[in-house]
């Protein structure tokens, strides 16, 4: 997401000098672009030339060095205009700049169009190399290649999955070189299927390309494969070693009968059938019987040896897993999906507590009553039992190619049925978004997309599955008849006896459905490595640092008396610094308010506080010692963090608060309940403090659930208290109400409260405004409004609107109306007469305030809250274009007549709203326009367009403005 550009409405100055400072950027991008579909057209499409990786190199770090000059593209709106709307389609990644460059890049190769792998994976290609970074997936990760096209093309792609990309691009750069990739990107671009893609620029199926850059990348520490996977079931049972060796003895029993038997049918014919001695016979089927029955008690034996010891051994490991869960980074956390790490620890799990229970006992069964039979067959006859080895051993070493291409099935399958999971399960969560947005369509379009990835993935993953033990079957079969056949040769020419052949039928018979069994199998285990793998590759991610205890952990001051972030940075994905060098010195306690832009860093600067992440570079000190020499017990319990988000755990109340500090005894909870002023409402409850909060608290109200998280803070009786935007989820009542809890509670210790509403700035000790990842200005209210930066900039915004002390109301100055530049050359008696007709309209979080493409009729002031305005994309995703804050308006183009509104405006947060409707306008302010005036109010309304649209809708519109399009006229009008 881009920096917010709160500043999108504000002072006629501010606007133009932001226009000053812009116009070169613009032009730097313009030109690149220029110069990029120049070159474009330069290569005709077909026969083009491909240009060496060198050249497309620089021209990518040409286009990366613009990044920064692409900045102002979501506002100045050209973007769209020279890139059919698709780099706004990537809030995956978050980084419209990286996806315009991506553009550039796409054109660049000549390969622009509805074209995913390529694109996405040449920047991040490139962007790894730039960074000196080796591959960064493991070899389990190679997989999928369709789905990921599917998904990249469509906008859907995870955060992982450009990645992967940038992988797969860096192995055909290598392998195939760059015509070659930039043929397939042609290809994809001119709309193949990557199959048919692939084949076309080299020659191999997608399959091929996946098997071979799985076997591209280096065996890590996860070295996959079928060894890895028994070494670590090996490890798993240890523990259990006595009930092992018993299982083993019933295994062994049942081989040693396995091989018996086919001794006693030779011995049954050639020395009991054939010169009639009964008394053989009689021994020899004894024999058979009771080796039967020997052989059938170690296998009731075994079964329930294996169904104690399997679900003991995978608890151990689930319990592991657990631990390991709890102990992850985030950094590595956020690569996944909440719904892929829950499949990840349940199903997957699931799939290898089978394969122990079930598939490898009955493996191990098959492969030691094979053994057996083996060694009977070379007692019998050696010739045969070579003959034997050897054409077994080949039919099953010949669909080991197909074993590979189904494991990676199995993965890809796997992924995108739990890629669909996450989609169905975020359905479900905003279906009311959904309907109130009406995208029901567009959803179902993406659905439709993951069940063609699924469809594709569950179609190679049953052939393959299938194809694997069939072939493995049908060449068992072959095997079996020619080993019959020699057993006939040799016994026409009396090398062997009839009885020995017979003895061979039954062993082959027994040899080949040991074989069978273990091919139907192997598609079990297949899948059950596979899970492993992805259970691997999640829980063998970096820890989090803040649970990985210092060598010499130091105490937490009694009380912290001073903090000092020294040039602290930190990136979240890695690509870009989202905190940038800032340092900070301050006494505590404090009451010190952060300020600033949406995605300016300010939450990232509590994050770091509280641990939940650590700085790149630079530090965080209390009293001077960096916080990660600190006693992590202590520094958890010294600080305490109260944000927007407040759902609780399913329970009691009474067990929400406790866990802020589980010693805490019933009446320290009460206290707290009773300081975050919720007592008296827990009491009116019929069940009291046992009253059960429901699925995450959602029997409880926005406001009441909240207090119940400040109790829970409370009860730690923290040193520092970290308030993230905790009051911006509730609505405008609750907000004052909580905010009043806040600063009484805030009194006696150090407060950092992230904010976007400044009214509680003056009463604070210090504030740092944040813009762009730097900390741009500190200081005390007066202190920094008379340094007229941004902070004044921003206090002159929010001061002119004034909220009711019951939250309800709000009122804008008329000095407020005029900052707006539409409003810049209107009348003073008019400015009035609008400020007399505005309404307050209060709306939840996700309510759309205007559709794209509809005949708005009302403009809105923000006097609280944020609304976030996105255009709908070519694939039908919502491109978010700016956030607007405090002080901000929108849907001025309901001023205008007939003229469609360009974007969906949407409130992101419960927010107040100061809206007129063009029918009270016209009455109020165009009675008596003079033409003159008018206009002037035009090309306010399209120098805002400007800003905010793509050019080419500003271009219509300016049209409009000198055409048809008429402002609002009054009767005299
Ligand atoms: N978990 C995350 N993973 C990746 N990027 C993130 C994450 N959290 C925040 N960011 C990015 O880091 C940058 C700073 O975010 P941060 O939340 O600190 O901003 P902020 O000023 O608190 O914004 P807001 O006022 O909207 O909460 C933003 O560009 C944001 O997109």
């Not at 205008?896 to 509104?901: I, Q, R």
């Amino acid at each position: 997401m881009p920096p917010a550009q709160g500043a999108a409405v504000g002072h006629p100055d501010d606007a133009s000098s932001r226009a000053r400072r812009r116009r070169p950027t613009n032009l730097g991008h313009r030109s690149l672009m220029e110069n990029s579909k120049r070159r474009a057209r330069a290569w005709p499409r077909g026969k083009r030339a491909a240009p060496d990786l060198a050249w497309l190199e620089l021209a990518a770090r040409q286009a990366l060095e613009t990044r920064d000059n692409v900045a102002a593209i979501p506002e100045s709106g050209c973007a769209n205009a020279l890139f059919p709307a698709r780099h706004t389609d990537t809030p995956a990644h978050g980084d419209r700049q990286l996806a315009v460059v991506q553009d550039v890049l796409a054109r660049l190769a000549g390969c622009s169009g509805d074209n995913g792998l390529v694109a996405h994976g040449l920047l991040q290609h490139l962007l790894a190399r730039r960074g000196g970074e080796a591959a960064r997936i493991g070899r389990s990760e190679a997989y999928g290649l369709e789905g990921l096209n599917q998904r990249l093309s469509a906008g859907m792609g995870e955060t992982g999955d450009a990645m992967r990309a940038g992988d797969f691009i860096g192995f055909m750069l290598n392998r195939y070189g760059p015509a070659r990739l930039l043929g397939l990107a042609r290809e994809l671009a001119a709309g193949l299927p990557l199959d048919a893609a692939s084949r076309m620029a080299t020659g191999h199926p997608a399959a091929m390309l996946e098997l071979q850059w799985a076997h591209s990348l280096p065996r890590d520490s996860l070295s996959h494969g079928m060894r890895a996977f028994g070494r670590w079931i090996l490890a798993m049972l240890r523990p259990y070693w006595a009930l092992c060796l018993l299982l083993a003895g019933g295994l062994l029993i049942q081989a040693f009968y396995a091989m018996l038997m086919p001794i006693w049918l030779h011995r049954l014919f050639d020395h009991g059938i054939t010169p009639h001695r009964t008394d053989v016979v009689e021994q020899t089927l004894a024999l058979l019987a009771g080796g039967f029955l020997v052989s059938a008690c170690a296998g009731i034996a075994v079964d329930l040896g294996v169904s104690t010891l399997g679900p003991r051994a995978l608890n151990d490991v689930r319990e592991r897993a657990f631990d390991r869960l709890l102990a992850l980074s985030f950094r590595h956390l956020g690569r996944y999906k909440s719904t892929t790490l829950v499949s990840r620890l349940t199903s997957d799990m699931h799939a290898i507590e089978s394969a122990t229970i079930s598939i490898i006992p009955s493996m191990a069964l098959k492969l030691v009553m094979a053994l057996g039979a083996l060694a009977a067959a070379v007692a019998l006859d050696w010739h045969m039992a070579l003959a034997t080895v050897l054409l077994f051993g080949a039919s099953m070493w010949a669909p080991r190619r197909l074993t590979q291409y189904a494991v990676l099935a199995t993965h890809a399958r796997k992924s995108t049925e739990s890629r669909l999971t996450a989609f169905i399960k975020e359905t479900i969560q905003m279906l009311p978004v959904i309907r109130a947005l009406d995208i029901s369509g567009h959803r179902r379009e993406q659905h439709r997309t993951h069940l063609q990835a699924l469809r594709t993935a569950a179609r190679r993953h049953h052939l393959l599955g299938e194809l694997t033990g069939r072939m493995t079957g049908f060449a068992l079969s072959g095997a079996q008849m020619a080993v019959i056949a020699l057993g006939a040769m040799l016994a026409l020419h009396g090398t062997v006896s009839s009885g020995v052949v017979v003895a061979y039928i039954g062993l082959l018979l027994e040899l080949g459905s040991a074989a069978n069994g273990i091919a139907e199998q192997l598609s079990g285990l297949i899948h059950a490595l596979s899970c492993w793998q992805r259970i691997e590759s999640l829980l063998q991610g970096p820890i989090d640092s803040s649970t990985d205890a210092p060598a010499l952990p130091k105490p937490v001051g009694e009380p912290i008396s001073r903090v000092s972030l020294s040039d602290v940075s930190f990136s979240y994905a890695g690509d870009r610094l989202d905190l940038d060098g800032v340092s900070l010195e301050t006494p505590l306690p404090r009451r010190i308010a952060l300020v600033g832009p949406s995605g300016s860093g300010k939450s990232t600067v509590l994050n770091l506080m509280s641990r939940t992440y650590d700085a790149i570079s630079g530090g965080i000190a209390f009293d001077g010692i960096d916080i990660r020499d600190l006693d992590s017990r202590a520094l958890k319990s010294a600080i305490a963090m109260v944000n927007q988000d407040n759902t609780l755990f399913d329970g009691s109340i009474r067990y929400n608060i406790r866990l802020g500090r589980l010693s805490a005894g019933d009446t320290e909870v009460e206290q707290a309940a009773r300081t975050a002023e919720i007592h008296d409402f827990i009491l009116s409850l019929p069940q009291g403090y046992d009253t059960e909060v429901g699925e995450g608290g959602r029997l409880l109200s926005g406001g009441q659930r909240q207090r119940i998280v400040i109790a829970r803070a409370i009860l730690r009786d923290p040193q520092i208290l970290l308030l993230d935007e905790a009051t911006a989820s509730l609505d405008a009542e609750a907000e004052v109400a909580i905010s009043r809890t806040l600063a009484h509670i805030g009194a006696r210790r150090t407060v950092l409260s992230v904010t976007h509403r400044l009214a509680s700035c003056p009463a604070m000790d210090l504030i740092c405004v944040f813009r762009n990842g730097r900390l741009a200005e500190t200081g005390t209210h007066d202190e920094l409004l008379q340094r007229r930066g941004t902070y004044h900039d921003l206090w002159e915004k929010q001061s002119q609107i004034e909220i009711a002390e019951s939250g309800k109301g709000a009122d804008i100055t008329l000095q407020g109306l005029r900052r707006i530049p539409l409003f810049a050359a209107t009348p003073a008696e008019d400015l009035e007469r609008i400020q007399g007709r505005l309404r307050v309209v209060e709306v939840q979080a996700g309510s759309v305030l205007i559709e794209e493409g509809s005949r708005a009729g009302n403009f809105y002031i923000i006097a609280r809250g944020e609304v976030e305005s996105s255009v709908r994309t070519s694939t039908g995703a919502a491109g978010v274009m700016e956030i607007l804050e405090i002080g901000d308006f929108f849907g001025e183009f309901a001023l205008l007549e007939d003229v469609p509104h360009p974007t969906t405006c949407r409130a992101r947060l419960p927010c107040l709203l100061l809206s007129i409707s063009r029918e009270d306008l016209q009455d109020v302010a165009s009675l008596d326009h003079s033409s003159a005036e008018q206009s002037a109010m035009e090309r306010a309304i399209a120098a805002t367009l400007d800003r905010r649209l793509d050019a080419k809708l500003a271009r219509t519109l300016e049209e409009r403005g000198r055409g048809s399009a008429r402002m609002p006229r009054g009767p005299a009008g």
